[in-house]
């Protein structure tokens, strides 16, 4: 588009009224429309030892009649990492939270679209430094947004609840709230000062406690809402005492005076590098507006993505409830203590099923009934049973949320879901479709001249026949907690401990660790394969393989030599080891599969058209 047709899009005289007409900003220019003049990465120093801090930039905006400061808030880095946000490009500003910072005007943008079909331009007119207006006493820097929380500063309103310190109150205690800035989640580090945000708390712990030989005492933890983002917040004993009754689950607070640390993500599946501590000046009031904050913020994975997501990741998901198992108990050797489990089994319409695990008081008190659509934020992802979920003590869960993806859940399971089979990720007939990651089809002999896994870790599907499988130590006792794998050792008492869980089971699950040598029409490979591909192998899991060859071990050779001269899909990769002083390619098969047949005529056919035979 030409320099005119830009110069009409542009919202001019938006950033005087975003700045120093907050009420009416909104309504005037609903989605300001501004040029992009530079982009400025801004240099993290983090404190030493310190975790790395998410980039920031810092972007400066014109209106043609003045330009701003601005700070892009993380969630909208995509634009500058997907090359869309340039100099000299037209931009929707979409949500904004315009403050005052020493004395400054600095616009932070939560949300913007830049306008391609706009074009890219030199800078259009001559825009003046933006000078706003001065504040009188008692009005806080004007706050501007599209329908988000800070969208006009807030306006006293009478309110039973006073602000509280863990300090006993008096008559003294009481402020009067008068116009106030409302920052963001998103914007709060150890260097912000005189905050105040407006959350919703979407989580509260217990009470925890401790006792140790230089002392005792509690805490508790909420996480934190707003348009922005999350973040968590802890109150150490006083703090414990004078907030945790305040606090409730599913409601909206006004909080400031808090101390701003680097976030211990051990203790927190919230995205932020930040948490927050309660102090003694810690002030807390109840807003009267409750509805202008979400609910809660999910970020959902399909069941069929799972196999992408990396091990102990932590993510969102959704599903119907297909099963509901009895509350089992686990047992810590070292301390005596129960652990309550329940297992429930998830689906959704990708038409994969998987199991989640719940812990504690949330498993001894589920009532959720089969088919209800339970939503859960927070859970770990485990390669146990090829992918399993377990809920964390920080996660949260929903029945029957009123959301639309629990909404359209519903729907599809009455209309069709009922009846439908599902996938589990034990036994995925192919898994270039579920990581996203098109792994090209190799034989042996290509995999040897290529040097696949030489330089590199590389990834590729091998279709062959298995024709010897190591029947030497194919299995392993390994630890039945969820998630951990680890091998237990025997502790000549009946019981078996895992050192990593300090936990003693009554019993072993063990898992397969195999060798298999495969054959095809250009040569032989050693695979090595992990208990979701043994299955597959030996039709079998290896605890059933092991009870046969502890009741009856002359079947055993039988047993294998029925799984040899099985052609089956592997999807494989290669990865250079250590093995004593001696270096070479090790082949780890990720996932096996059946063959396809009708799959496999067809790229016989499309072969042979590529060929261009006729008949």
């Not at 329908?147 to 006073?162: I, L, N, T």
């Not at 359209?408 to 069709?416: A, E, F, N, T, V």
């Not at 040569?523 to 394969?529: E, N």
Request: proline share 4%.
């Amino acid at each position: 588009m030409s320099v005119a047709g830009a110069q009409l899009a542009i919202t001019q005289g938006a950033l005087d009224a975003i700045f120093n007409d907050p009420t009416n900003a909104d309504q005037i220019f609903p989605v300001p429309v501004l040029q992009c003049l530079q982009i400025k990465p801004l240099a993290a120093q983090p404190a030493p030892g310190a975790p790395a801090q998410q980039e920031r930039y810092r972007v400066v905006l014109s209106d043609i009649r003045n330009y701003v400061q601005c700070m892009l808030a993380t969630q909208a880095n995509h634009v500058i990492h997907d090359n869309l946000l340039v100099r000299g490009c037209i931009v929707r500003v979409k949500s904004y939270q315009a403050n005052a910072v020493k004395g400054k005007n600095i616009l932070i943008i939560l949300d913007l679209e830049v306008a391609s079909e706009l074009g890219t331009h030199d800078r259009i007119g001559e825009p003046a430094p933006f000078e706003a207006k001065p504040q009188t006493a008692n009005t806080a820097t004007a706050i501007g947004g599209s329908g988000f929380y800070g969208a006009k500063a807030e306006s006293p309103a009478p309110s039973k609840s006073v602000p509280i310190k863990s300090e006993p109150m008096s008559n003294t205690a009481t402020t009067s709230r008068g116009n106030v800035v409302i920052y963001p989640i998103e914007s709060l580090s150890p260097y912000a000062h005189k905050w105040t945000i407006k959350a919703r708390v979407t989580s509260k712990s217990d009470i925890k406690t401790w006792h140790k030989a230089s002392g005792e005492g509690k805490l508790f933890s909420v996480n934190l809402l707003d348009e922005s983002g999350e973040i968590k917040a802890t109150g150490f004993n006083e703090q414990c005492d004078a907030f945790y009754e305040l606090l409730q689950e599913g409601q909206v607070y006004y909080i400031s005076t808090c101390r701003v640390n680097l976030a211990k993500k051990q203790f927190s599946n919230l995205p932020n590098d930040y948490e927050l501590a309660f102090e003694r000046e810690t002030l807390i009031e109840k807003a009267e507006d409750q509805a202008s904050v979400p609910q809660v913020r999910f970020n959902f994975v399909n069941i069929s993505e799972l196999q992408a997501v990396e091990k102990d990741a932590t993510v969102d998901v959704v599903g119907v409830l297909k099963e509901v198992g009895e509350v089992s108990q686990i047992t810590s050797k070292s301390t005596g203590k129960f652990y309550e489990k329940r297992e429930l089994t998830l689906v959704d319409d990708s038409q994969f099923s998987v199991r989640l695990t719940i812990w504690g008081k949330t498993a001894t008190t589920f009532a959720a009934q089969p088919e209800s659509v339970v939503a859960f934020k927070g859970v770990k992802v485990s390669d146990f049973g090829g992918r399993s979920l377990s809920l964390l003590a920080s996660g949260t869960m929903a029945v029957d949320p009123d959301i639309e993806e629990a909404h359209r859940l519903k729907g599809w399971y009455d209309s069709q879901g009922r009846t439908d089979s599902f996938n589990t990720h034990n036994n995925m007939s192919t898994m270039g479709s579920a990581t996203g990651r098109q792994d090209q089809m190799k034989c042996v002999s290509q995999i040897k001249e290529e040097g696949l896994g030489m330089e590199n870790t590389d990834y590729f599907m091998l279709k062959a026949t298995i024709v010897y499988i190591r029947q030497e130590g194919f299995a392993y006792p390994a630890c039945s907690t969820e998630g951990c794998n680890k091998k237990v050792i025997d502790q000549g008492d009946g019981t078996w401990r895992c050192e990593k869980c300090d936990i003693a089971h009554a019993r072993p699950l063990y898992r397969y660790i195999m060798s298999v040598n495969v054959n095809d029409h250009t040569g032989q490979l050693w695979l090595s394969c992990f208990d979701d591909v043994g299955r597959v192998v030996m039709g079998m899991s290896a605890d059933e393989l092991m009870e046969i060859k502890e009741n009856d071990e002359d079947r055993v050779p039988a047993i294998f030599e029925a799984a040899n001269c099985t052609k089956l899909n592997f999807r494989c990769r290669a990865k250079m080891d250590m093995y004593g002083e001696n270096q070479r390619v090790r082949y780890h098969v990720m996932s096996a599969s059946q063959l396809d047949y009708k799959t496999e005529a067809l790229k016989l056919a499309d072969m042979i058209k590529q060929f261009g035979i006729s008949s």
